[in-house]
């Protein structure tokens, strides 16, 4: 059963720090996904990683995805207050057109 | 324009009536999807169409009832609605072979009393 494990599930950080969500899983796909969402409202795609090695970044974000150790990154770079939000990996299932999700990390940055 | 839209976004009823959720895209995808949110944010897939055909069918109660009248749409009704019910209830729509990005609609907060 494909897993896929977000950690930490809760953050909660200063302004101007840096820091980093670990999205662990369980397969060989070479496909992971982020997603922010913003309290009350819907899931936002960040952004969509392909291939081994992939690096993406908009803005303070920047997400990698390394598949021989199953692992992606969503590293914060001088986090602002706006970027407090929970954000959702999920993995590629290709067999049958679902997404596995991660549990969400909820980040909250203090002013 | 709106790519996945539900209606109704709030839906506030009580214990054993009868729901409909709705769902449109009009982005062309022929995948559609059906997740539970709960109050820990945990989503969980309940069902996906592909071009109007079930390919998805987790383990829910059979009063949640999906249907598909043409690949743009697909609706959730509800039956005998218990308190466990009330979450937030996402559609989301994928196009098959591509990366499956899904696109999500803003969503239907129900509650259930």
């Known amino acids: 059963e494909l897993k896929v494990e977000q950690n930490p599930l809760f953050l909660s950080m200063q302004e101007g720090k840096n820091y980093t969500i670990y999205c662990n899983y369980s397969t060989t796909s070479d496909r992971l996904y982020w997603y922010r969402q913003d309290p009350g409202k819907s899931l936002e795609s960040l952004f969509v990683l392909l291939s081994n090695g992939a690096v993406k970044q908009e803005g303070r974000l920047m997400a990698s995805l390394d598949t021989k150790a199953r692992l992606s990154t969503l590293h914060i770079t001088a986090a602002v207050h706006d970027l407090s939000a929970t954000y959702f990996c999920a993995v590629d299932e290709d067999s049958n057109y679902q997404l596995i999700w991660g549990a969400g990390t909820k980040l909250i940055i203090k002013p | 324009d709106t790519a996945v839209s539900q209606t109704p976004k709030y839906l506030v009823t009580q214990m054993g009536n009868d729901k409909s959720i709705k769902c449109e895209q009009n982005?062309?995808?022929?995948?559609m999807y059906w997740y539970k949110q709960d109050s820990k944010k945990f989503l969980k897939i309940m069902f996906s169409?592909?071009?109007?055909?079930?390919?998805i069918n987790e383990t829910v109660p059979n009063r949640f009832s999906p249907k598909s009248p043409d690949k743009a749409h697909l609706n959730l009704h509800i039956n005998s609605l218990e308190l466990g019910d009330s979450a937030v209830y996402f559609c989301a729509s994928s196009q098959p072979g591509q990366p499956y990005e899904q696109y999500f609609g803003p969503g239907t907060r129900l509650t259930v009393t």
């Open positions: 169409y592909n071009n109007k055909e079930l390919i």
């Open positions: 982005l062309g995808h022929d995948t």
